[in-house]
């Protein structure tokens, strides 16, 4: 019996192969909807059909990709590289059946998805704007392995097809015709008729160009190579992310030799999937997976959402929710105090939205509203004003009797519990943190703060909220700093008492990235600004143990606040840090590193003993997501397990005999224990 799969003939005799994998809303390559298809590909070449044209049943998308959760579990190379070279075999039988194949593409159309998709003569897309087209792999430690390395080459062109695969960035549907990615881009409602059209004319497939095919050549792939690695090096490091590496090698070895490179990329990819880098990445794929399964236990939907804020956060958290189809009011004490808020809004619409129409829309649905006349037609009112208890305390007094029934009332605080925050409300309970990251358009996070009588319904709606908005939501408990700022903090206090100490700021940030950070610390408090570090920090500094130090304290008085004053620690010349090269030793580097990592494992420890966050997996996704921590080591917590607990106890011992009791291990460490 097919449980993924269904073949149907019509009039025409054309086959149509819908793709509607069982339980779940998403289709995904599993290995039994692998065999299936070669089941249903063998008995469709019997029937001689004139056509086939492969479609999904699934609102969602074409095909999500392969079974990332089988990857997790795969015990060998051995046992990966027979995988992927069945996976070749079946699409080598797709792509060699003796009349055209169509791939209809709506949704999303990505890896092993758009893999299958090249293994099909034809390809058509949807316009519709959830249509995208790419191959992630390199987020997950490897490179296309479903054939996708050879046949996106040949369709696209050397250095076309390496650029999609090395960025990770998937296409729209439009994109995808220009590249000729895809042959026809049309509405949704036209793409049946498009593929009878297209089997009944059977136009030629695209040819490259000479200048497409160059780069391919022998005696220039070795250039090439170089300046593809070169590129790649500006992002990441080939000792934390060796996939984008090997994928390079892999073209530069067997570009012009198809069954060598086939051969190569199974070895390549299996290799890749079961090392250290790809099975941390898989797990940080999966814990985002379990942070949007958190938001499925409820089914509140918001249409209309009122913002109380016109600064960069409030201004930023309404630009994002009508990015995401939402109508808006967005609130300030006066008209004047909108307009930057309104500005910022427009560059983003312009930057996300190509469509003129599209940007028109979405401003269209962003209201100024400094009478607050929204707040009794919203869904959910989310509060965004400074940091300050009375002035909270006196603005939830006033609209909480404004609000309808059964709207969310939200705080974007991001260091007050909210116990405090609720107290003059009538219903102290309804209240619920919905906090938010700088910069709101990139960081995916959204803690979801509660206390202890917040209703689990409420706790679930606003989980449902932040999902529907494209934001991870984290249920975390109301305490000082929550989870992110809690742990940040003193990996960020630690960079500023190492500069008080001397230590220059390159050397500094540069221990940073070594141990696999996106953005060194030094620089990270200046981007968003000292003044915020400052407060942040004295808020916390009775929790965290910890003074404030002095330089970071002297910078603010100077009004050096960092980027937005065009100095911090560092001087930023349009928009840029200026650095010096970084000359420490690696010795050094690696002390500094410790210094600092090992403050921020500590306090994640504090809060897991705690129980700020459930479990060490919530923690790590926590930490992850709202901070950036080095993603190809998998978290914190998940780290302390690689490294050894004995090895970071004795680490952070020899640290507090050195330099005080900031690095005294937490109570935590005792009841910890190590898988």
């Not at 042959?183 to 409602?189: E, F, G, I, K, S």
């Not at 989870?483 to 100490?501: F, G, H, I, K």
């Amino acid at each position: 019996m097919n449980k993924h799969f269904h073949v149907q003939y019509d009039e025409q005799q054309l086959a149509w192969l819908c793709f509607d994998a069982a339980d779940t809303t998403t289709n995904v390559l599993t290995e039994q909807a692998l065999e299936e298809l070669d089941q249903q590909l063998l008995g469709i070449a019997q029937a001689h059909p004139k056509g086939l044209v492969v479609f999904s049943a699934k609102k969602s998308g074409f095909i999500a990709g392969a079974d990332v959760k089988s990857f997790a579990s795969i015990s060998s190379a051995e046992a990966a590289q027979k995988l992927i070279l069945r996976a070749h075999d079946i699409f080598h039988r797709l792509e060699a059946l003796p009349f055209p194949s169509v791939a209809l593409i709506h949704g999303f159309c990505l890896g092993g998805g758009l893999e299958l998709a090249l293994a099909c003569r034809y390809r058509i897309a949807s316009t519709d704007p959830s249509t995208r087209l790419g191959f992630p792999e390199v987020r997950l430690g490897i490179f296309p392995g479903f054939g996708g390395s050879v046949r996106s080459i040949r369709l696209l062109g050397h250095l076309p097809a390496m650029q999609m695969m090395l960025s990770a960035r998937p296409v729209s549907a439009r994109a995808a015709k220009r590249i000729h990615l895809v042959d026809y881009a049309v509405p949704q409602r036209q793409l049946k008729n498009a593929a009878r059209k297209l089997i009944e004319e059977q136009p030629p497939e695209h040819r490259l160009t000479l200048l497409q095919r160059i780069p391919g050549n022998i005696a220039l792939r070795p250039v090439i190579a170089r300046l593809l690695r070169k590129q790649v090096s500006k992002r990441v490091q080939q000792a934390h992310y060796p996939a984008p590496y090997a994928l390079i090698a892999h073209w530069q070895q067997h570009a012009g030799n198809t069954t060598g490179m086939y051969a190569s990329e199974a070895q390549q990819v299996s290799s890749l999937l079961t090392g250290e880098t790809a099975q941390n990445l898989i797990r940080v794929f999966l814990l985002q997976d379990h942070l949007k399964g958190l938001a499925e236990k409820s089914g509140f939907k918001a249409q209309q959402v009122h913002v109380i804020g016109g600064g960069v956060m409030g201004g930023d958290i309404a630009a994002w929710c009508v990015l995401r189809g939402l109508r808006v009011t967005l609130q300030d004490r006066a008209p004047e105090y909108l307009g930057h808020a309104i500005s910022r809004a427009h560059g983003l619409f312009r930057k996300k939205l190509k469509d003129r129409y599209l940007l028109q829309n979405a401003m269209d649905r962003l209201l100024p509203d400094h009478l607050g006349n929204g707040i009794g037609k919203a869904d959910v009112v989310i509060e965004a004003i400074f940091e300050d208890i009375d002035a909270k305390q006196t603005l939830y007094e006033k609209i909480e009797p404004q609000m309808k029934a059964g709207a969310l009332l939200a705080t974007n605080t991001s260091s007050i519990p909210l116990e405090k925050l609720a107290e003059k409300l009538q219903h102290p309970p309804r209240l619920i943190g919905l906090h938010f990251f700088n910069p709101v358009a990139k960081m995916p996070l959204v803690e979801i703060v509660t206390q202890p009588d917040n209703p689990t319904q409420l706790i679930a709606d606003a989980a449902s909220f932040a999902k529907a908005i494209g934001k991870l939501p984290l249920p975390v408990k109301s305490r000082p700093g929550f989870l992110v700022n809690r742990v940040l903090m003193p990996y960020l206090l630690e960079a500023v008492t190492l500069l008080q100490e001397g230590v220059p700021a390159a050397d500094i940030d540069q221990a940073a990235i070594r141990f696999g950070m996106p953005m060194g610390p030094v620089e990270l408090a200046d981007t968003v600004g000292l003044d915020i570090c400052l407060s942040v920090a004295e808020k916390l500094s009775e929790t965290l143990h910890n003074e404030v130090p002095e330089n970071l304290r002297n910078k603010v008085e100077a009004g050096n606040l960092g980027r937005k004053s065009g100095q911090g620690f560092y001087v930023w010349t349009k928009g840029k840090a200026q650095k010096e090269a970084s000359r420490a030793t690696a010795d050094k580097l690696d002390h500094y590193a410790d210094r600092m990592i090992l403050r921020l494992i500590n306090e994640s420890m504090a809060c897991l003993r705690e129980a700020i966050v459930e479990d060490a997996d919530l923690l790590d996704a926590g930490i992850i997501f709202g901070t950036c921590y080095a993603p190809f080591r998998g978290g914190p917590m998940h780290y302390v397990e690689k490294t050894g607990k004995a090895e970071i106890l004795s680490k952070l011992r020899k640290l507090e005999y050195t330099y005080g009791s900031r690095f005294t291990p937490d109570p935590g460490w005792e009841n910890h224990s190590q898988n």
